[in-house]
């Protein structure tokens, strides 16, 4: 494989150097209180929230990961990139309750809406499940993705990354996070387009493409029999999944938060929703053509995660390939960045200030690094094990979403648009959700030493996201068969939280809190996605 040449060298230095500027920048502004460090003073942009959701989607295994699926025939998993009118929908439905309620937080906003032991329960499921799967695996992959590209040692290419991201989020907190963020989506998106430019090129346009695959090869849309990806169960699960990520995971809502207002957040929230439509074009697109050259027998790679990276050494321009290289560190150190912030959040507005509620601003702004620091080191510790995880473990780990969506998910969705769910509704669908997709995961791992047909058997084989589908009807029977044996909660103590209990105000405040463009956009980005849906089909 190619090797960068001085050039490449020189574009990636130069997005270093901007990078520093910025960080260096951020981190001359006051950061005196818990809102300027965690909410970046609750005062950001609509550009730059939207930039941000998507900066910290996007990481470099995203990035490798889709590509890879492009190459190795997985086109059904193009539709949780089609996740941008759920994007928007946080927007609209999701977010206002959120600003409206002054949250740090999305389990705070669990503690208004229902009690403290739902918050607690989030709160600490998602730290553990943050440190255990979103800092590893983006720590792994992106050390692998550097050491590859660069041609340097695999922990050193690691540490450096997650040194250097931790340092700028240690010390300015989501203001430094979300502005690098900004920079870094330019720099991912200059650089991913310029790959998929360059690819296309080569193949012939899309036409030359499509005639070096085998016939159906783009269609994403398989029969409900086919086992791996049941059209029905790949819509109805990746939609649950989309809405717990989009709409209630801490590490997305953090950036709303960030809003001036709630028109700013929306707005911010739509801008993200079109950002969120070009993975497909500028991700998984070179994966796809580089299928198509190896087909033709002009390119040559093992693996399918191998693809991505192949196509950028062997028929990117000098100078281009900085540029792209510079782009993949975009994804990673934007993606750690925030998952850095949002448990440093998580850890000192739910779990300290909480255990000590007296505490000065500045003994939390303490907390707050300390605790960045210390998912920076876990994160580092994290690097040896995952490289004795096994490739089925890790792929295994792409599934555990969708076990863990659906009671969040449930509890959420019927907390805003269902005034009768009650606490303990909320509660029993939490822990409910919780056993069953511990046994879950017990079953599927060791499925080979269960007989066939037994119900046991059942459970741990069955397909992930039909499994998935009728766990989220689980989670909403538990949550609402519970509320309505139990009392009622006391309607003062949820109004303004749920769609049945705003009052005339609020409803007031939210129709001049957006115009006709707004609305616009918004089924813009809808019809996007529809047509790229039906494009997708042969």
Not at 196 to 206: D, M
Not at 276 to 300: D, Y
Not at 306 to 329: D, N, Q, S, W
Not at 363 to 379: E, N, P, Q, W
């Amino acid at each position: 494989m190619s090797q960068f040449a001085t050039l490449d060298w020189v574009v990636i230095a130069a997005y270093f150097v901007l990078l520093l500027g910025i960080a260096i920048w951020v981190m001359t502004r006051k950061t005196d209180t818990t809102e300027d460090y965690f909410l970046a003073g609750r005062n950001v942009g609509w550009f730059v929230i939207g930039a941000s959701i998507f900066a910290s989607n996007i990481g470099s295994e995203h990035v490798v990961g889709l590509a890879g699926a492009g190459a190795g025939g997985k086109i059904p998993m193009l539709i949780y990139e089609l996740h941008a009118w759920l994007v928007v929908t946080m927007g609209w439905v999701f977010l206002p309750f959120y600003i409206r309620s002054g949250i740090f937080t999305t389990p705070e906003f669990l503690e208004k809406r229902f009690n403290a032991q739902t918050r607690w329960f989030l709160s600490i499921f998602s730290l553990l499940a943050y440190v255990l799967t979103k800092v590893s695996v983006t720590v792994y992959a992106g050390g692998i993705v550097i050491s590859s590209l660069l041609h340097i040692d695999f922990w050193f290419g690691a540490l450096l990354t997650v040194v250097l991201t931790g340092a700028y989020t240690v010390v300015g907190g989501m203001r430094a996070v979300v502005y690098t963020e900004a920079l870094q989506t330019v720099v991912l998106l200059l650089g991913a387009t310029t790959l998929t430019i360059v690819g296309l090129n080569a193949v012939g346009g899309w036409s030359g493409m499509k005639a070096s695959l085998e016939p159906g090869y783009l269609n994403m849309w398989r029969p409900a029999s086919d086992p791996d990806f049941p059209w029905p169960s790949l819509v109805i699960t990746s939609t649950i999944v989309g809405t717990w990520y989009w709409c209630t995971d801490q590490y997305i809502i953090q950036r709303g938060l960030a809003a001036r207002n709630i028109t700013i957040g929306r707005r911010g929230a739509i801008f993200g929703g079109f950002l969120k439509l070009t993975p497909v074009f500028l991700f998984l697109i070179p994966g796809i053509v580089a299928l198509a050259l190896k087909n033709r027998g002009e390119l040559q790679w093992d693996s399918p995660d191998e693809a991505f990276a192949t196509l950028l050494m062997e028929k990117t321009p000098i100078g281009l390939r900085g540029l792209v290289a510079a782009g993949l560190l975009a994804a990673l150190m934007s993606s750690l960045a925030s998952v850095f912030n949002s448990c440093s959040t998580l850890f000192t507005v739910d779990i300290y200030k909480k255990l000590r509620p007296n505490a000065p601003e500045k003994k939390l702004l303490s907390v707050g690094r300390y605790a960045t620091a210390v998912v920076v080191i876990l994160g580092i510790l994290w690097i040896p094990i995952m490289q004795n995880i096994s490739k089925g473990l890790y792929g295994y780990l792409q599934s555990v979403q969708s076990y863990i969506a659906p009671p969040i998910t449930a509890v959420f969705l019927l907390g805003i648009f269902f005034k009768r769910i009650n606490s303990k509704g909320a509660m029993a669908t939490l822990i409910a959700g919780l056993v069953v997709a511990l046994v879950r995961l017990t079953l599927e791992i060791s499925k080979d030493s269960l007989t066939p047909g037994t119900l046991l058997h059942t459970f741990g084989a069955v397909n992930f996201l039909t499994f998935a589908a009728w766990f989220f009807l689980f989670c909403v029977a538990v949550c609402v068969v519970v509320s309505l044996i139990t009392p009622p909660p006391a309607p003062e103590s949820i109004t303004g939280l749920t769609y049945g209990t705003l009052t005339a105000e609020q409803k007031a405040e939210n129709r001049a809190s957006y115009s006709v463009w707004d609305v616009v956009m918004s089924v813009v980005v809808v019809a996007i996605v529809v047509f790229v849906m039906l494009s997708f089909r042969g």
